[in-house]
């Protein structure tokens, strides 16, 4: 069993900054690859970013690549999502989440945090 806590998230400006943290404790955190996802009113959950075990690989979604940025700190058992150049469309809930897979696909990860809200305000 993994838990993941969420954190960071808030009101911001367009054009603004916020750095999201999801802590995992446990000594298994590291045998995962990591992922944030997010949910807007009224949509269906999408993909946001995934960061391999190892840190080799990151893969983005089309909508956030080069304003977004995953990260982790495996001695911290933490992975993070920088997001800059927020939009309003940005406006969700962001989860993390852990999977044993490489993939962008939300039913294959096997744990999800609580999620924290984004809002993006125009």
């Known amino acids: 069993q993994v838990q993941l806590v969420e954190s960071g998230g808030g009101l911001v400006q367009a054009g603004g900054s916020l750095r999201l943290s999801c802590a995992a404790p446990?000594?298994?955190?590291?045998?995962?690859?990591m992922g944030w996802f997010r949910q807007a009113p009224r949509k269906e959950r999408e993909f946001v970013a995934a960061?391999?075990?190892?840190?080799?690989?990151?893969s983005y979604a089309d909508s956030v690549k080069g304003r977004f940025t995953i990260s982790r700190d495996n001695a911290k058992n933490t992975v993070f999502l920088q997001m800059n150049s927020l939009k309003p469309e940005d406006t969700a809930v962001y989860y993390c989440?852990?999977?044993?897979?490489?993939?962008?696909?939300?039913?294959?990860?096997?744990?999800w945090g609580q999620g924290t809200q984004v809002t993006v305000s125009s």
């Open positions: 989440a852990a999977t044993s897979q490489w993939t962008g696909s939300s039913s294959r990860y096997d744990y």
């Open positions: 446990g000594r298994t955190f590291s045998s995962y690859n």
């Open positions: 960061i391999s075990r190892s840190v080799i690989m990151t």
